[in-house]
């Protein structure tokens, strides 16, 4: 469990070689979402579930408004704050642990470190100048995520994700955003099918090059469960599998929903590797 101060800290020491992978729990308020949709879509149940994640050991908590799954149906803004605020205003006040706020909206993104929030979880994709401006002006870390075609119409998804990558950095550092700011994520599950994200997997060292601390956000998806055979939007051990690999294989940070179940693999993880 780390603070915002030493959530910077952890950006800015990057890639120092002791740094440990932090664990990112997730906290969908929304109706719709395709794993804990309506859960906790009422403010005392997403407050409920945001300390039970504290209890566990999470590092990072990240709170979206809006579904992002297969299908959806884009929401406003206004929506989407009506959604975020009532949760976000009480989570900045009892939650010791940096929040970031997943959202595709700048004004949203806006709103949200007003209140409190200290990081800025952009699921877009595209380069909106307008979300990378706030992280210059906030000077918040920027998580920016690969979010772009259509599924089963990449060529070569490495390469056009690392070029996503540069071209993100590129933008960052033209506004303003400092390089320790930043966070690469390849996107995982978004319009994306099995095969191209089974080959980003096995990528991920390759990815984790790229020279920023990489997340990966897997939690539940469908070709989690297309690999251990579970059901799609039900894969536990999917998520406990795909965790391990990921932080064998260079990501930094794993946003997931059961933090309970990370929390004992990472640790695990980490005993075996001071071993050695």
């Known amino acids: 469990m780390i603070d915002k101060r030493e959530f910077i800290t952890w950006l800015q020491q990057f890639p120092a070689a002791w740094l440990r ?6 906290l969908n308020v929304t109706p719709d979402s395709f794993h804990d949709g309506g859960a906790y879509l009422h403010p005392a149940d997403a407050l409920h579930r945001l300390q039970q994640m504290l209890v566990a050991g999470v590092d990072l908590i990240d709170i979206g408004a809006m579904s992002s799954r297969p299908g959806h149906q884009p929401i406003s803004a206004e929506e989407e704050w009506q959604r975020l ?4 205003r009480q989570a900045v006040q009892i939650c010791s642990v940096p929040i970031s706020v997943d959202t595709d909206k700048a004004e949203v993104a806006e709103a949200a470190l007003k209140a409190g929030a200290a990081a800025i979880n952009y699921c877009g994709g595209k380069q909106d100048t307008a979300i990378y401006h706030l992280a210059a002006e906030y000077g918040v870390p920027l998580i ?3 979010r772009d075609g259509e599924e089963g119409g990449h060529a070569a998804i ?3 994700v690392l070029a996503f990558f540069q071209a993100s950095r590129r933008t960052a550092l033209s506004v303003g955003v400092a390089e320790w ?7 995982f599950g978004f319009a ?3 095969a191209e994200n089974v080959t980003l997997m096995r990528a ?13 956000g897997f939690s539940h998806k469908r070709f989690v469960a297309a690999l251990s055979g ?6 536990p051990y999917g998520n406990s599998a795909l965790s391990a690999y990921c932080l064998l294989h260079g990501v930094h940070i794993i946003r997931v929903h059961e933090v309970e179940h990370f929390v004992p693999v990472a640790r695990a993880l980490r005993l075996l590797q001071e071993e050695n």
């Open 230 to 235: 579970e059901r799609a939007g039900a894969a």
């Open 158 to 160: 490495v390469n056009e």
């Open 144 to 146: 920016v995520m690969h």
């Open 192 to 194: 994306k099918n099995v």
């Open 204 to 216: 991920l060292p390759q990815l984790a090059a790229a020279g920023r601390p990489l997340l990966a």
């Open 85 to 88: 605020a009532p949760v976000l």
């Open 181 to 187: 700011q930043l966070v690469f994520d390849p996107g």
């Open 21 to 26: 992978p932090l664990c990112m729990g997730i």
